[in-house]
């Protein structure tokens, strides 16, 4: 199944977690061009490196990655992402924004620093990234492309230690609303993914309590944590032309962890 044949994809916060899982999963359904957004400290330029490599080997050297360090708060950052895209291949026809932190943290306490800082780069950094992606994508012929927005099933529900990070998914959620709107004359499609409890470095302390992981999975309805692979998939559908009426839609992720009250 090749559902992004000739596609290019740009993906922010691409070396490890959600954004690596959706990367890989981009190559794998036949996607020539990747944009590959990562911080740009030495752990994230190993993991790049290494995610270059396992694509390279996957595709047999079909699918090109085109990397681009830098701090995704800075609005910069996004211009570099699109100029660097562009450069290599002309268009971008897919964009994942899903940079993202979750440093839990106590609210009555909570130093505005954290507030700022998560906001910054979940909140900023998504509009900044969606905006320059959006400029090029109504620029490009044939003009269109699909915006996919990370959001959370924390964009519903809250958490004791969320109150700063989950007001920025119910953002991401609302700006793929209203982004829908403002970019259909373009053939631009804006989604939202909203993922459950995904395993990844995000959550590793906080799952780390036993206490707390079991108590999530038992809430699951199919028994599990995720794993980032499960939301590639649904990423690469909304990416497709398979949801090519698909605009302005939250799909939630979450192994039935939403609905399961009782
Ligand atoms: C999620 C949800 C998860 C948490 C992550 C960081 O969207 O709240 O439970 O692990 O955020």
Redesign the pocket.
Known sequence: MTLLENKIVCITGSSRGIGRACAVESAKHGATGLILHYFGDQETEAELQSLKEEIYVMTHNHCQVVGVPGEIADSETSQKIVKAGVEAFGRIDVLVSNAGI?P?AEFLTMPHAIWERTRQVNLDGSFYVVQAVANQMKSQVPQGGSIIGL?????L?G?EF?CH??PT?AGIVSMMQSCAIALGKYNIRCNAI???????D??KE??ANEEKREY?IKRTVLGRLGAPDDIAGPMVFLASDLAKYVTGAQLLVDGG?FVNLQ
């Open positions: 979750c839990f959001a959370s099933i924390s964009a529900v958490g969320q990070y989950t998914k909203l993922p459950g409890t995904i395993a990844t995000i959550n906080d799952l999530t962890l």
